[in-house]
């Protein structure tokens, strides 16, 4: 049943027009649209339009819209794997790399220690120098400027 077929865009394509839709087998549908599954993988949704074509494969018991890419928009909502992503990568850069727990906050970059390590490791680089010269309240001053980062 395939023949000339019009897309959305005016192109003249040969597929076969099943449920209204231009349809297309599996790897053969034009440029420019989208399942709502690869709109996924690049951070998109369909934002509200129809599906303007479809593919169908396993001889048309599945079957997925295409979707506009050029009306397509951006998620609002990280997907779960981005968010476990993101989550992991915050909790690396809170991780103490000498007691190997959460500190709660991001422990500074140039030692990669919590609080309490650096108290207990003794002086090293700029903040073992500046441990060393200064009191008790320049220490807490030194460790409220990363956490607060
Ligand atoms: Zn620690």
Known sequence: MAGPV???DGRWVFAALED????FRWGGAPSGVATRRQLRARGLRPGGQQPVAQIKWRRGRRWAGLYRLDLAMACRVPSPA???AL???LAARRRC????????YVVPRS???CGDCTDSAGPIGAVGSARVSGNAFERE???AAPSAA
């Open 6 to 8: 019009q897309l959305w």
């Open 20 to 23: 209204g839709l231009p349809t």
């Open 82 to 84: 981005q968010r476990a």
């Open 87 to 89: 989550g992991a990568a």
């Open 97 to 104: 790399r000498a007691c190997v727990r959460d500190a709660g």
């Open 111 to 113: 030692t990669g220690l």
């Open 141 to 143: 001053n030194i460790w």
